[in-house]
């Protein structure tokens, strides 16, 4: 019942993008005030709001070579800063100014220039992300070719210099990558990513042999070691064996552990609980978690596309094969449910089917009949 | 192809036919399926869809088909490629026939199979075929329809095929062209497999046949244009390769497939996507194509370092690369698919077996979420965004939230106010006991309390403590005859405040007569009965409103009519009327009744109350406090814990009244957000009411932690920092924001006006009216620097404006004025560019702004109006560094 409502009403909100081609990710600045998009028409827009609900096109410029994958705002404590990347083996860091050659009434014109080109990858760069804000101006990126970097920009106030701080290799092709948004900073919480893997399932190592079986997991935790100095893998989320299309850590509100969505075949929604420090001693240095699957949901066919957590990490909204966006929502604990699903109809897109082609040439033959006058 | 012959393609004009074409070729009609009459028969497409046949001819004899675009025919006109050679034109429904070309026919000079035909898409006129091979004609012959038919036109239609109509251009003598199609980048050009081992591109605009490209691959079948685009895409044995038509040289990309692909397509209504169709597969392989575009003019404009990676781009070519996914569409295998004209990513699919299915082809949507609980995402080239309706729909506490701290939820001076706001039960009741418990520990009636607000169990201390209450046997006021086991003991009475009770019937009246006026009788009536006043709680029940309850009071009656023989059959009534009673309260209290008055004389005995305490709809102080007087010591003790730890493991915020605020209420609190995930009332209940020691708990700095990031990505600076306040006010002090501190001696210029201790609003400066002019560090009196507009030292008035006492920047920049209040003195503060750290008044810098976007410093080029984004509105002003080091980043703002 509130579904049809809401698909009702939903009708009226939609904003023509003007991409040429598909849009692969749309992001939220940290105030929900701004909106990125970026497409394979290799173009990044920008969109303000106007205040009323709507959304303005403030800025929309070619950003890359090739389709731009993911776009991802940094804090505004570090201005108004943007990163992409791209399938042209690069990601980019950008930074809104105003011009500089304009002055009185033309004062409020800005544009985005680009501070930083991030080239160390061989490959296409699948996914960008910036770290969360207490670790200071950090990014990460990651390829087809499997390598984690993570960059840091040790003087913030230049975007300039983006220094390679880490390079991990995964042997694995990497699709999509999450910061843990954990806010402390204590040495429970070190600095972690998950990252997860497109690689498709070798159909001969599977099931063979245990220790095959083992190359199949497709997510893995990484943990920032201050000792070390260093990133290392603490974990892999056996549940997960299909190829992932992206995943999320939830925001953590003062929860004493994380929530990681995983869009796979599936919907899942992972539960990983740090071990405190006592029992992962007794146990030795391999387990650090325990990960629990709370729910998996299969009502997007067979492939899920993207998955993205609200700000207080309670509803999750889903994309996938079905052509629908679908909300999960805790109920109580550890139970989550469907709320709503809002169809990418069909029929809007066949109303603003394209006009034909213009034709050349036309032989205007007598109208005998003009109901026989097919489409115009 | 040519195997089975069973091809589906949609009409390229007609958006609702198609044509199958197998052993007959037959025209379908697609219609929504409420709009198909119900008898007709229909073959189901998709769920929503249906097709109808229309007509149907037999197909023997015809190599090929392809439907034209001329938009003035009313029904698809097929070109039908015969194995004789011949070309003929048919509409398969005899109807209205406005250009006369239905039964047109062509001939090629020498017979031979006509492998392929193409209509012009563009001008529509226009018909290629390709031939097999003769040694002495052309292979792709191309006619002009219309022309050709012009002079029997005018005529009539009787005579169309009496003259052979001549090929307005022959291409490819003695070679076979497997494949023709035109090309949608030039008008008149095609593009088409010849001899098994080329693709050759011929420009009709260009005069003889020699081809304008020619490429040498394995992976020459079938060769295609997209529709508005240069590359070509072909098939072969061993996958499919997309070409360059500008440059045939090599391909661009391989395509290798593990089957060989029998029908490749450009999908017409998006960009870069191929389609292929593997032999005996049951799913379609989406090729997204992704091209890094040749950039060399960029080159030059980019910086050094990425013309060295787009060096290195080139030296790894081919640049490019294609996403591949394959998507079962129904099943069974496949023989062949046709990408609807117009339709986004519609297809129509057809299994080997004849069987028809329309397929959508998902685009990958994007979501994403907006700090203010905004959903948009983006599919089939536009934004959506979720209505904002969905939260009248789906209570999310995220939208719970900021709606209650838009009510300053949590802020409000007394703890009882909040209470109102939280609009929640179980939350106001929270915050009532607070105010409750504040107020027990301020009045001195509890004490010793490490906490500022304890709860049931601090005050309960186990029996193995050495304690012991006084068991007392209370008469009943009214029941001159019956007494009652009672429990009392200095730290009963405390609990029982703690419940909201009291002790004793003083306290306890006003109590019931709240809970009347609240609009619970029953509540009312139960609790005059556990302080023993049965004339009271019958009163209660007679003036509720509701007659229901009237009639309830009857079953008081009896046991206040000191029973005789006849309370046994009152019991019993009792016993099967109390669970049908619809208030727990009335069930409660009948229970007591039944337990506390035992049938027989009064004797010594343990009266079972188990039966109210389990009374879970109760609330819990009530149960608590029930407990408190009927319980003896261990009973007690252990109905408490046993509580404790249910409410505990249950995420319970009533667990709250029994730990108070204390290190393991901070434990049930964690479980409460973790099942509830409102952290906003966890902060807020650690920054009011927990202490120094608990505000240092990692936990409950997470809280606080997360919630001021919430406020601050809804921009609600203002309750943030009220939050700031009060939790620096209990103890857990951060760090104030920036200061300015002396160039010369490094000490803060602000703090050397000692301030009168103001506790709550500490950080705030003092009242301007109290503050010197201080144009000179108050430490070492060397002067501070310079207005960079106006000249002047900071600390001196504003010339021109109101002569505003000057505030030296103050250490509240994650204060926003309120208006009307620090508005007056603002012009004299002192701001500066966090670039070129210039700066001056803030209304002199306003001003300058307003009119430049230099700095007002002569010689200084930095643009500091321009260095920040458009919408945070002050800009930024410059100044001389009045502090040695940039000021420390607040800790508090924006954390």
């Known amino acids: ?376 | 192809m040519s195997g089975n012959k069973l091809d589906v393609l949609w009409s390229p004009i007609h958006h609702d036919k198609f044509i199958v074409w197998g052993q007959d070729i037959t025209l379908y009609d697609v219609a929504r399926l409420q709009d198909i009459e119900k008898k007709s028969t229909y073959t189901q497409l998709s769920s929503s869809r249906g097709a109808t046949v229309v007509a149907s001819q037999s197909a023997s004899g015809v190599r090929c088909v392809d439907i034209s675009s001329i938009v003035d025919h009313p029904d698809p006109l097929l070109a039908l490629g015969h194995a004789s050679g011949r070309v003929t034109l048919t509409s398969l429904k005899q109807t209205y026939d406005p250009l006369g070309l239905v039964g047109r026919e062509f001939v090629a000079r020498y017979p031979r199979p006509c492998i392929s035909v193409a209509w012009n898409r563009t001008e529509t006129n226009l018909l290629a075929a390709g031939m097999d091979k003769h040694r002495s004609d052309h292979c792709i012959l191309l006619w002009d329809v219309q022309s050709c038919g012009l002079d029997e036109f005018d005529e009539g239609l009787s005579h169309p095929v009496s003259e052979p109509a001549r090929p307005i251009a022959e291409l490819g003598m003695g070679e076979t062209a497997h494949s023709v199609s035109w090309c949608g980048f030039a008008p008149r050009t095609l593009v088409a497999s010849m001899n098994l081992k080329h693709i050759k591109i011929f420009d009709l605009r260009e005069s003889g046949d020699k081809a304008s490209g020619t490429a040498t691959h394995r992976q020459c079948l079938g060769a295609v244009c997209e529709a508005a685009g240069w590359r070509v895409a072909s098939r072969g044995d061993a996958g499919a390769c997309v070409w360059d038509a500008r440059a045939l040289a090599r391909p661009l990309l391989a395509l290798p497939t593990p089957r060989p692909p029998r029908r490749l397509l450009w999908c017409p209504t998006r960009r870069n996507l191929l389609i292929s169709l593997q032999r005996d597969s049951s799913t379609l392989r989406l090729h997204d194509i992704q091209q890094v575009q040749e950039s060399k003019l960029h080159q030059s404009m980019d910086s050094v370092t990425s013309a060295a990676a787009l060096e290195e781009a080139e030296a790894e070519a081919p640049a490019g690369g294609a996403l591949e996914r394959d998507v079962a569409v129904c099943g069974a295998p496949l023989a062949a698919f046709a990408c609807h004209p117009a339709h986004r990513a519609r297809l129509l699919v057809l299994s080997a077996a004849g069987a028809l299915c329309e397929y959508t082809v998902a685009e990958r949507v994007t979501p994403a979420w907006g700090a203010g609980g905004e959903l948009a995402w983006a599919g089939g080239g536009a934004l959506r965004r979720m209505p904002p309706a969905f939260y009248s729909h789906e209570r999310d506490i995220s939208h719970v939230m900021r709606a209650r701290a838009l009510t300053e939820y949590g802020l409000k001076p007394d703890l009882w106010q909040n209470a109102d706001l939280a609009e929640d039960e179980a939350l106001s009741g929270l915050w009532h006991f607070l105010a409750l418990s504040k107020s027990l520990v301020e009045d001195g009636c509890i004490r010793n309390s490490p906490w500022k607000h304890p709860g049931v169990r601090a005050v309960l201390r186990s029996p193995g403590e050495g304690y012991r209450s006084e068991a007392a046997a209370t008469l009943l006021p009214d029941l001159p005859s019956r007494k009652v086991t009672t429990y009392r003991s200095a730290e009963r009475t405390r609990a029982l405040q703690l419940c909201g009770w009291g002790w004793g019937w003083d306290s306890a009246g006003a109590g019931v007569e709240r809970a009347e006026a609240e609009g619970t009788p029953c509540r009312a009536a139960a609790l005059a009965a556990f302080h023993l006043r049965l004339r009271a709680a019958l009163d209660v029940l007679a003036r509720a409103r509701a007659p229901a309850l009237r009639v309830a009071a009857l079953a008081l009656a009896p046991c206040a009519g000191a029973g005789a023989a006849d309370e046994r059959l009152w019991r019993e009534a009792l016993a099967a009327a109390a669970p049908a009673l619809p208030d727990p309260y009335l069930r409660a209290l009948l229970h007591f009744l039944a337990a506390a008055l035992p049938p027989s004389a009064p004797q010594p005995h343990q009266p079972d109350y188990s039966a109210v305490l389990n009374e879970t709809e109760m609330r819990l102080e009530d149960r608590v406090a029930f407990a408190c007087i009927y319980l003896p010591d261990g009973a007690l003790h252990e109905y408490v814990s046993q509580l404790w730890s249910g409410l505990r493991a249950r995420g319970s915020l009533a667990a709250l009244l029994l730990s108070g605020v204390s290190a393991e209420g901070v434990g049930a609190l964690q479980c409460w957000l973790e099942r509830s995930g409102d952290v906003q009332s966890a902060a807020l209940l650690a920054a009011r009411c927990a202490g120094p020691e608990l505000l240092r708990d990692e936990r409950v700095r997470g809280w606080l932690a997360a919630y001021r990031a919430l406020l601050d990505a809804w921009r609600l600076w203002w309750a943030r920092c009220l939050l700031d306040t009060w939790a620096a006010a209990g103890g857990g002090g951060e760090g104030a924001g920036a200061g300015v501190a002396c160039t010369y001696c490094g000490k803060p210029v602000a703090a050397a006006a000692t301030a009168r201790p103001r506790p709550a609003f500490a950080r705030l400066p003092p009242p301007a009216a109290k503050m010197k002019q201080i144009s000179s560090c108050p430490n070492c009196r060397k002067p501070l620097p310079r207005c960079g507009v106006c000249s002047l030292h900071l600390g001196t008035a504003v010339a021109g404006g109101p002569p505003a006492p000057p505030a030296p920047p103050p250490p509240a920049p994650a204060l926003p004025p309120a208006p009307g209040v620090a508005g007056a003195h603002f012009d004299g503060w002192f701001s500066w560019c966090v670039a070129c750290r210039h700066g001056g008044h803030a209304a002199h810098l306003l001003q300058w702004f307003s009119e430049h976007t230099e700095c007002p410093v002569s010689s200084c080029t930095c643009r500091c109006s321009a260095l920040d984004p458009p919408d945070p509105p002050p800009a930024p002003a410059p100044n001389d560094p009045p502090a040695p080091a940039p000021p420390a980043l607040p800790a508090a703002d924006k954390s």
């Not at chain 1, 993008?17 to 749309?26: C, G, N, Q, T």
């Not at chain 1, 070691?225 to 260093?230: F, L, Q, T, V």
């Not at chain 1, 509803?315 to 550890?334: E, H, I, P, T």
């Open chain 1, 1 to 376: 019942m509130g579904e049809l409502a809401t698909n009702n009403i939903f009708e009226s909100q939609t904003i023509v993008a003007d991409h040429k081609d598909l849009i692969h990710d749309v992001a939220y600045d940290f105030y929900g005030e701004r909106m990125a998009t970026c497409s394979s028409d290799q173009y990044v827009k920008v969109w303000d709001t106007d205040g009323q609900g709507g959304w303005r096109l403030t800025a929309s410029w070619k950003a890359h070579h090739g389709s731009v994958w993911k776009v991802t705002w940094a804090h505004p404590e570090f201005g108004q800063v943007l990163a992409t990347c791209s399938f042209d083996r690069t990601a980019a860091i950008w930074e809104e100014v105003g011009d500089t050659t304009a002055s009185g009434s033309e004062k409020g014109l800005r544009t985005w220039v680009k501070r930083s080109n991030l080239v160390d990858s061989r490959t296409s760069v699948t996914d960008v992300k910036f770290g969360p804000k207490h670790l200071g101006l950090l990014l990460v990126t990651c390829s087809a070719d499997g390598i984690i970097r993570i960059y840091e920009a040790p003087d913030v106030m230049n975007l300039a210099q983006w220094t390679l701080q880490h390079e991990i290799p995964t042997k694995v092709s990497i699709s999509c990558l999450s910061w843990n948004p954990s806010l402390s900073r204590s040495n429970s919480n070190p600095p972690m990513l998950a990252v997860g893997s497109d690689e498709p399932n070798n159909v001969n190592a599977t099931g063979t042999q245990s220790d095959k079986v083992a190359n199949n997991e497709k997510v893995f935790i990484y943990e920032y070691s201050e000792s070390s100095r260093r990133w290392t893998r603490t974990e892999c989320l056996s549940s997960v064996v299909e190829p992932v299309n992206d995943l999320a850590f939830a925001p953590n509100l003062g929860r004493s552990f994380h929530l990681l969505a995983v869009a796979t075949k599936d919907v899942r929604i992972i539960k990983i609980e740090p071990l405190p420090e006592s029992s992962s001693a007794t146990n030795g240095s391999a387990v650090r978690f325990k990960t629990e699957v709370l729910a998996a949901f299969e009502q997007h066919n067979s492939c899920v596309w993207r998955v993205a957590w609200n700000v207080t990490g309670t509803l999750l909204a889903s994309s996938g094969d079905d052509c629908c966006v679908r909300l999960w929502k805790m109920q109580y604990m550890n139970q989550w449910k469907g709320v709503a699903v809002f169809k990418n109809d069909a029929a809007s897109s066949e109303s603003t089917a394209p006009a034909r082609a213009h034709t050349t040439y036309t032989r205007l033959a007598a109208m005998a009949n003009p109901a026989h006058m097919p489409y115009h």
